[in-house]
């Protein structure tokens, strides 16, 4: 093996009942490179991963870490003594812990834990990354975005040769994405051989010096990134040329006509006991809005306020012109309106439980758990719905859990579809998701309002909410601050609107 060599996997195969999810894939990686691991979901990225971390052990093939040919790693403190650190998307530390104990959880000697020195070594470790944390913080006190950052630290502190991002940026605003590609540049120069795995095609090109490609189990090809322009990299991905998304952005037309459409919600003073202040809003049948702003500017708490997620603490509400009073989820969901939320896991899906029951779940609520639905007949709702919108799933029965991140959310949103509301609010639903299953959002948003549904969409993305929105709500620090439609949706009139108010 090159001695520049740090890791190389040989034809690593995985199978499950039923999948083969891993097919003579090979991988590797050099000593000071950033290296992408892309695919769409369900290509075999999470797998690859968990199998170089010994969460699952392969079934065939050859892992050799620097000149340790043929390395055995069952577990993942196997692959911790090898060198191999993982920061994953679901940060998977523990909220009720401080930010120091979460850094050094299962490396000190239990009660003999020096605690004044674990929060200074604690203390200079985030001081040298520049997060502002503090080592006695508890981490639940802390952003979802600097829960992870703690995890990147507690990741490079163990003296690591491969550091695996799983989707480390999909939580973060543009400056922290920054300071993180900063510190990915640092540790390369140390040497360090960084595996990348992202759905941000612009961080790819940003930071990568190679990309692999997997497609449903299977390499496709290994690639300098100078040598792979994006649309090329999208067809491989998707295994079929692609048109490029722009075309997405005609269909709007189809439901931008002016003229005097109905206004299906609004809302005056609205403010709730998530620290938002209190703003105006309204969206008309048929159309496309979103709330757009940095990370921590208030996009999530103005929907939730809008479907009683939160405790609303001010302001008054109507539907189609009546005064309404929407205190909690289900009075929003008896006015007609439907809620997909940032966090899938924590507030989305309902792992244990299967494809089907997750999809009927929104339904039941409405008609009342006394009211059970058939078998027969819940079965229909999911096999409508797993056809619509192409969930892949085995059965109806298999457990939401362990579908990828795209078919998760693809679940989750036939819950809401199911209900058939008139105003549906999508927050986040193509984070953390592969290209192929963005577009399709992307397209069924579009389709559904030229329906003459009206639905707000929210995204980290700003190009991804200029092609999908007609309206945009521009929001910085917890109020909102412009509303931009027509020929000022643009890249550049959002970031001034949020840099400099009105």
């Known amino acids: 093996m090159n001695e520049n060599v740090v890791l190389q996997m040989r034809g690593i195969n995985k199978s499950f009942p039923g999948v083969r999810a891993l097919s003579n894939v090979d991988f590797n990686l050099n000593k000071g490179e950033i290296h992408a691991l892309m695919g769409e979901n369900g290509a075999g990225k999470s797998t690859l991963i968990k199998v170089l971390t010994g969460v699952y052990s392969k079934d065939g093939g050859t892992i050799q870490i620097e000149d340790k040919?043929?390395?055995?790693?069952?577990?993942?403190?196997?692959?911790?003594?090898?060198?191999?650190?993982?920061?994953?998307?679901?940060?998977?530390?523990?909220?009720?812990?401080?930010?120091?104990?979460?850094?050094?959880?299962?490396?000190?000697?239990?009660?003999?834990?020096?605690?004044?020195?674990?929060?200074?070594?604690?203390?200079?470790?985030?001081?040298?990354?520049?997060?502002?944390?503090?080592?006695?913080?508890?981490?639940?006190?802390?952003?979802?975005?600097?829960?992870?950052?703690?995890?990147?630290?507690?990741?490079?502190?163990?003296?690591?040769?491969?550091?695996?991002?799983?989707?480390?940026?999909?939580?973060?605003?543009?400056?922290?994405?920054?300071?993180?590609?900063?510190?990915?540049?640092?540790?390369?120069?140390?040497?360090?051989g960084i595996i990348f795995v992202t759905h941000f095609l612009d961080q790819v090109y940003e930071v990568c010096d190679k990309i692999t490609v997997l497609r449903d189990g299977q390499l496709v090809g290994e690639y300098e990134i100078k040598d792979l322009p994006r649309l090329q990299l999208v067809a491989k991905m998707l295994g079929k040329e692609m048109d490029d998304l722009s075309d997405i952005k005609q269909d709007k037309s189809s439901y931008k006509e002016e003229g005097e459409r109905e206004t299906v919600f609004e809302a005056a003073n609205l403010q709730s006991s998530a620290g938002i202040k209190p703003f105006d809003f309204y969206i008309k049948k048929g159309e496309v809005n979103g709330f757009t702003g940095l990370l921590g500017s208030g996009r999530s708490e103005c929907v939730r306020a809008i479907f009683g997620a939160d405790t609303i603490i001010g302001g008054t509400t109507k539907v189609h012109g009546k005064n309404v009073t929407i205190k909690k989820p289900l009075d929003a969901m008896k006015n007609g309106i439907a809620y997909l939320p940032e966090d899938r896991k924590k507030d989305g899906i309902i792992g244990d439980l299967s494809v089907r029951e997750n999809i009927i779940l929104a339904l039941q609520v409405l008609t009342g758990f006394f009211k059970p639905f058939s078998r027969a007949k819940a079965e229909a709702f999911a096999d409508e719905y797993i056809k619509k919108l192409n969930i892949k799933t085995a059965s109806t029965d298999t457990p939401i859990k362990s579908l990828s991140g795209g078919n998760q959310q693809k679940v989750i949103l036939a819950r809401w579809l199911l209900m058939h509301p008139e105003y549906l609010i999508l927050d986040e639903p193509t984070r953390g998701i592969d290209v192929g299953t963005k577009v399709d959002i992307q397209k069924l948003v579009l389709e559904l309002a030229s329906e003459g549904m009206s639905v707000t969409f929210i995204s980290s993305e700003t190009d991804e909410m200029i092609r999908t929105c007609s309206r945009l709500i521009v929001m910085r620090d917890r109020k909102v601050v412009g509303e931009l439609s027509g020929e000022d949706l643009t890249q550049n009139k959002i970031m001034s609107t949020i840099a400099g108010g009105e």
Not at 90 to 98: M, Y
Not at 150 to 156: E, G, H, L
């Open 69 to 192: 040919k043929d390395v055995s790693i069952h577990s993942p403190q196997d692959a911790q003594r090898l060198g191999i650190s993982t920061v994953y998307q679901e940060i998977t530390l523990c909220p009720n812990l401080t930010v120091a104990e979460n850094m050094f959880i299962g490396r000190g000697n239990g009660a003999f834990t020096n605690w004044k020195q674990m929060n200074e070594k604690a203390d200079e470790l985030l001081n040298k990354l520049d997060i502002p944390a503090k080592a006695t913080m508890q981490l639940s006190s802390c952003s979802i975005a600097m829960q992870q950052m703690v995890a990147i630290a507690r990741a490079i502190d163990m003296d690591c040769k491969v550091l695996i991002l799983d989707e480390p940026t999909s939580s973060l605003d543009e400056q922290e994405v920054e300071k993180l590609f900063g510190l990915m540049r640092d540790l390369k120069k140390m040497g360090v």
